[in-house]
């Protein structure tokens, strides 16, 4: 039912968008019947936002994978580094969550956990809307920050690093092959921030799948029972990413290329000093405008992402 959902909506928007050009169409005819040149600004901002509407529906199409119609799982990890990366970590989770917001995606936190000084060691997202995993799968790698260290006295230029995952959320038929038998669950007292209740009592929930040896750990809730339902949800999560790069690996043994594993190569650089840039080695699409970016203004490289895969620049 929500693949179908899916499939309505995209077809609602096309048919608005056509009904939208058609207009645009008329309004150009009539204003060449009648010499009216005080319509072309009117015009030409319509085209533009055609335009801009067809690129972003053209962009959908090449989002045809099996889960690209999924809501994402998005885990955020500071690396090595302490301070620096920890708050680096924070400036990309406000990132993703002002990206979520621009596009009316509904974003919610099912764990996190603070730095001892500042910023965060780790979070996990849950972002839901259409193709929320289709759009964010080009984030998932490291992402490198370059700046003037706030935490340095002396005030030097420091390179940090944070690890971006991107799982597609399993659907609910998913979940139900998982024997419940394999998940051993195990609760624990919260560690961090959140009051006395959270730490006085073992609402914290480690789900273990004992066959694959997958862990999840979630512990920001105040309810243990909130905190189970995120940490499955996480857990199948990995479930099913697991699933599909198997999928892949074994596509790409037919082909005879060989899978790097680990964190792999940075995908994007973020330069805040001593210019301000915003690169990503992938597609080579960059922009300098750093501050919007860190905004939430990601539309620019998920495109060019996604166009990449179909062999446009």
């Not at 319509?39 to 690209?68: C, H, P, R």
């Not at 420091?158 to 195990?186: I, M, Y």
């Not at 990503?280 to 539309?299: I, K």
Request: charge should be negative; hydrophobic fraction near 35%.
């Amino acid at each position: 039912m929500r693949e179908l959902g899916a499939k309505k909506n995209l077809i609602r928007v096309w048919r608005e968008l056509e009904k939208k050009a058609s207009d645009l169409y008329d309004l150009v005819c009539l204003a060449e019947e009648e010499g009216d040149s005080s319509l072309s600004e009117e015009i030409n901002a319509g085209v533009e936002k055609v335009t801009s509407q067809f690129e972003q529906m053209e962009n959908q199409l090449v989002l045809s994978g099996e889960y690209d119609a999924h809501n994402a799982m998005l885990a955020i990890h500071a690396g090595a580094g302490g301070t620096e990366s920890q708050d680096w970590a924070s400036m990309l989770l406000r990132m993703y969550l002002r990206w979520a917001e621009r596009h009316d995606y509904h974003a919610e936190t099912l764990d996190i956990s603070h730095g001892d000084e500042a910023g965060i060691k780790s979070a996990i997202l849950g972002i839901k809307g259409d193709y929320a995993y289709g759009y964010l799968k080009c984030e998932h790698g490291v992402h490198r920050l370059v700046r003037l260290s706030p935490f340095d006295a002396d005030h030097a230029r420091h390179t940090s690093f944070v690890l971006v995952e991107v799982l597609p959320e399993a659907e609910e038929e998913v979940a139900l092959q998982v024997n419940p038998g394999d998940l051993k669950v195990e609760t624990f007292r919260s560690s961090g921030p959140g009051g006395q209740h959270m730490q006085k009592t073992s609402s914290a929930v480690r789900v273990t799948h004992l066959p694959s040896g997958l862990t999840a750990v979630c512990q920001s809730q105040r309810s243990q029972h909130q905190n189970r339902e995120s940490a499955l949800r996480i857990l199948y999560a990995r479930l099913l990413e697991v699933e599909r790069v198997k999928k892949d690996e074994d596509r790409l043994k037919l082909k005879g290329e060989r899978i790097e594993a680990g964190w792999g190569n940075q995908i994007r650089s973020y330069v805040l000093h001593p210019y301000k840039m915003v690169k990503d080695h992938r597609t080579g699409f960059e922009v300098s405008n750093a501050e919007a970016v860190l905004d939430g203004e990601l539309d620019g490289f998920i495109n060019a992402y996604l166009r990449s895969k179909v062999g446009k620049k």
